[in-house]
């Protein structure tokens, strides 16, 4: 572009002037063709005047016969030839001229009609001057016209119209000879006849006055040479017909005056033909003028392009290839090297221990930049901007890095704080009795897990996952479940049909809930009822929160699928920050969200789960036969579900648990026994699930839990060797859910009787007792004391003992045969005091997820401050816990 540019328009210049050049030229050339036929014009004028003439004399004079007009009309013909090959080349014109050549071809071709009745004497002498003098009037009117069709300028059209002048002087002079010849003829001179007398004597005049005005000294001496012999003899002739008056006859010699006339005419010929052959010569030698100068300016710009193309190639080739290099380099860096370093910053571990400046450094690919010229000088300022552009976009990953462990911080700070506020309600659900005040609990509880959820999204946008070390995978329908457990107007959302078989991944569970539970909340915000259905294929699951709201604009839902589908931090991002936690959730694990208007209304929001989230579900075993428990004295047991109003007024409290089931926790290394002495059989008030691990909190859906008569066991945590999570025991298959708002309160399982009863290890008094004893009630242990147990196997160790297990077969430590639930987790039930079978363990990776390391020590801390029995609510205590 560089050369080609300035090359192109040079050679336009060029072109342009050449094209001028042989414009002249071509113009020139038709100006030659057309004088070329004036010539031949001028001559064919010449002989029709001499037959015009003899045609007069021959109808006046009938004793003359008709060979004078024969023999002049045979020259005619000759002329008539010449200017037939000369039309022949002139080519196409103006319409103009094309009709005044037109009807000068049809009176020639009508000539000889013209002459068979001159011959037969079928036309008077006037109607046959007249039928010449139109022709000859044509011829004229062409040499008139050249100088306007032919483009002539300057000297030239001059010389054309001088030609033209004198050729309408002769015209002149033929008309005065017939006129005065009839009037000589008929022996008076009529009115007429003189008027046409004086205007051809005028017009003679007038028409040799242009000539002298415009031909050349040559041309006007040559005339006067020419008439300087019978000059006077027209004179005296002239004069002697100008005195005549109308009505009396001309005394002139008849025969005089025609001789004298032709040698006039034949004077004004001989200077016509020298002109015109002048004309010709003129005009021929501006046409080779113009052919010379056309060839001469197109052999220069050819010269001119090769010379250009030379120096293009010689001294603009490096320009063209270092500015060539400096755009691949462009392209390079925009479309591959820049966000190849923008992905590896985003992906998280890009930096490393490299500061801003380092980084830039060793991601950036710099250009050559040798010499001293421009090409060099722009590739160092590129190299320049280039760095400097990855170092910039470095420092805000570092800031966009500090920022989401700003939030991740906070979230686990907030998890920590709604931990012990669980914990404390908890406490105060165990102990109140009063059914007022323990819905106002199970209200606070319930804030508390809408503010756990918002602690979770915070983890969420900063790149991590919420702190729950699960092992086991989940049904959908429990999954949904617990995403209902979340939000604040859990009572508006109905459960659907939903597919049955498939399980998410126990490591998605959490997520998967943060993404429904955002959903379903944004759903019931603005719809009194909102229903959650999931529906299985092929490759993948589908699950639908469909509302029946006044639904969202179309360009809104766009915007807000826009969000969904590419979820960004920026100022919107505050205001739909729900969407923003799905949006990113979704993009994490491949999941689809799309916003849809509903048939009648509302808003679809559908959740397409990929096969690689999900897995089979696991049929459960099913709980041994157990009696049925008797009807009690008001009436029958009560049901496993139960629709409760908005408050918590009419729960009898002989219906509630004795406790809450704990949370599934990582364990430390001592583990206490499993059987501590039997509480007494007074049940003690329910504590709402919202505060429970996935599998615990599922039962507050939208219902008050209605428990069963059997007590429930204490337990106390149980930490393990290896710091891993607790296995969950097998469970009973839950019962059908009816059509109702309520849920289940979950209980531990009943014992499965595949488990082979193996003798236990003595442990400390008060732990160990045969499972068919009564329950004695010690007294309660110290806070401080640690309780002997046995070590689980670690890698490159033998147990030194074995460990029994509880069987299906065993009767329930717990005292009391349970009703079939729903899966709940019930820590270290499986298992007897003193220690844990010996099993082989699988083989583990050295790789460990940086967040999964995370998110499980996070659960850890959790887990381990729930031992402290006794919870401070002091400002240091919460600074402690915060600093975890």
């Known amino acids: 572009m560089l050369v080609t540019v300035p090359l192109a328009t040079a050679v336009a210049f060029a072109a342009l002037a050449v094209a001028t050049t042989v414009g002249d030229a071509l113009q020139a050339h038709r100006l030659r063709t057309l004088v070329v036929a004036a010539d031949a014009v001028g001559d064919l004028s010449h002989r029709l005047q001499i037959e015009r003439t003899a045609a007069v004399e021959g109808l006046a004079h009938q004793e003359l016969g008709t060979d004078p007009f024969l023999a002049s009309a045979r020259d005619t013909d000759v002329a008539v030839k010449k200017y037939a090959d000369a039309r022949d ?87 005065e000879q017939i006129t005065v010849d009839r009037a000589i003829e008929s022996g008076r001179l009529t009115p007429a006849a003189q008027q046409e007398i004086t205007a051809a004597r005028s017009g003679y005049l007038e028409s040799m006055r242009t000539f002298e005005t415009l031909s050349g000294a040559g041309w006007l001496a040559r005339y006067q040479a020419e008439m300087s012999q019978d000059a006077v003899t027209v004179q005296v002739l002239e004069d002697a017909v100008s005195r005549v008056r109308p009505g009396r006859a001309i005394k002139i010699d008849d025969e005089a005056w025609i001789e004298a006339m032709d040698k006039r005419l034949a004077h004004i010929d001989a200077v016509q033909s020298t002109v015109d052959a002048d004309v010709v010569k003129a005009i021929s030698d501006l046409r080779t003028t113009e052919r010379v100068w056309g060839g001469l300016q197109a052999g220069l710009v050819l010269i001119a392009v090769i010379v250009a193309l030379w120096l293009a190639v010689r001294l603009g080739r490096p320009v063209v290839l270092g500015l060539r290099r400096l755009r691949d380099a462009a392209d390079r860096v925009a479309s591959a090297d820049l966000p190849m370093a923008v992905a590896k910053l985003n992906s998280g571990d890009g930096l490393g221990d490299l500061t801003p400046d380092q980084f830039a450094g060793r991601n950036t690919k710099l250009l050559p930049a040798k010499g001293s010229d421009e090409l060099a000088e722009v590739a160092r300022a590129f190299n320049a901007v280039h760095t400097e552009a990855v170092r910039v976009a470095a420092e805000q990953a570092v800031l966009r890095l500090h920022i989401a462990r700003m939030f991740v911080e906070l ?87 939903i597919a049955e078989g498939m399980a998410v991944k126990a490591k998605l569970i959490d997520e998967m809930v943060i993404l429904l539970a955002e959903l379903i909340d944004n759903a019931t915000r603005f719809s009194q009822h909102v229903l959650v259905s999931a529906s299985a294929l092929a490759d993948r699951t589908i699950i639908q929160i469909s509302d029946d709201g006044i639904g969202i604009e179309p360009p809104q839902r766009e915007a807000l699928n826009a969000r969904l589908a590419y979820p960004k931090l920026d100022l919107d991002s505050l205001h739909s920050m729900g969407m923003t936690v799905v949006g990113t959730i979704a993009e994490r694990h491949g999941i689809t969200v799309e916003l849809r208007g509903g048939p009648d209304g509302g808003t679809i929001a559908e ?189 490159d160790e033998t147990p030194t003992e074995v460990i029994p297990v509880i069987t299906d077969d065993m009767p329930d430590p717990r005292g009391h045969d349970a009703l079939p639930v729903l899966p709940r987790r019930a820590p270290m039930a499986h298992l007897v005091p003193g220690g844990m079978p010996a099993t082989a363990e699988a083989p583990v990776s050295d790789y460990r997820d940086p967040a999964s390391v995370g998110a499980t020590f996070a659960a850890y801390k959790r887990g381990t401050s729930s031992t402290n029995t006794t919870l401070s609510m002091t400002t240091d205590r919460e600074q402690d816990s915060d600093r975890a």
């Open 607 to 795: 959740v397409t789960v990929p096969a690689a989230i999900l897995v089979k579900e696991e049929p459960r075993e099913a709980a041994p036969d157990a009696p049925a428990e008797p009807a009690t004295a008001s009436g029958p047991a009560a049901p496993l579900f139960q629709r409760r109003d908005e408050g918590h007024a009419g729960i009898r409290r002989d219906m509630l648990p004795e406790r809450p089931a704990p949370e599934p926790q990582m364990v430390a290394e001592e583990i206490p026994a499993l059987f501590a002495p039997e509480p007494p059989p007074e049940p003690e008030p329910i504590v709402d699930g919202h505060s429970l691990p996935l599998d615990e909190f599922i039962a507050e859906a939208t219902g008050t839990p209605i428990a069963t008569e059997a007590p429930v066991a204490t337990e106390t945590p149980v930490p393990e060797a290896a710091a891993a999570p607790v296995e969950e025991p097998e469970t009973a298959e839950p019962f059908e859910e009816p059509e109702t708002l309520a849920h289940p309160v979950h209980e531990p399982e009943p014992l499965d009787s595949r488990w082979p009863i193996e003798p236990a290890a003595p442990v400390a008094d008060g732990y160990s007792r045969p499972l068919d004893a009564p329950l004695v009630k010690p007294s309660p242990l110290p806070l401080t004391q640690r309780v002997p147990t046995a070590r689980l196997p670690v890698e």
């Open 411 to 497: 979230a686990r700070r907030g998890n920590s704080l709604t931990g012990r506020l669980t914990r404390a309600l908890d406490a105060a659900q165990h102990t109140e009795e009063d059914p007022e005040a323990l819905d106002r609990l199970f209200a606070f509880d319930h804030m508390v897990t809408l503010l756990s959820r918002r602690n979770n999204s915070l983890l969420v946008l900063g790149g991590s996952s919420p702190a729950h070390a699960r092992v086991n995978d989940e049904p959908v329908a429990d999954v949904l479940k617990a995403a209902q457990g979340q939000v604040e107007h859990y009572k508006r959302v109905h459960i659907g049909e």
């Open 89 to 175: 080349r002139l080519g196409e014109f103006g319409p103009n001229l094309t009709s005044l050549l037109d009807r000068m071809d049809r009176q020639l071709k009508d000539l000889p009609r013209l002459r068979r009745q001159v011959s037969g004497g079928a036309m008077t002498a006037s109607a046959t001057a007249f039928r010449y003098r139109i022709l000859l009037g044509d011829l004229v009117t062409y040499r008139e016209s050249i100088v306007q069709n032919g483009g002539a300028r300057g000297d030239n059209a001059d010389r054309i119209r001088a030609a033209a002048a004198l050729a309408q002087a002769a015209e002149y002079a033929g008309a």
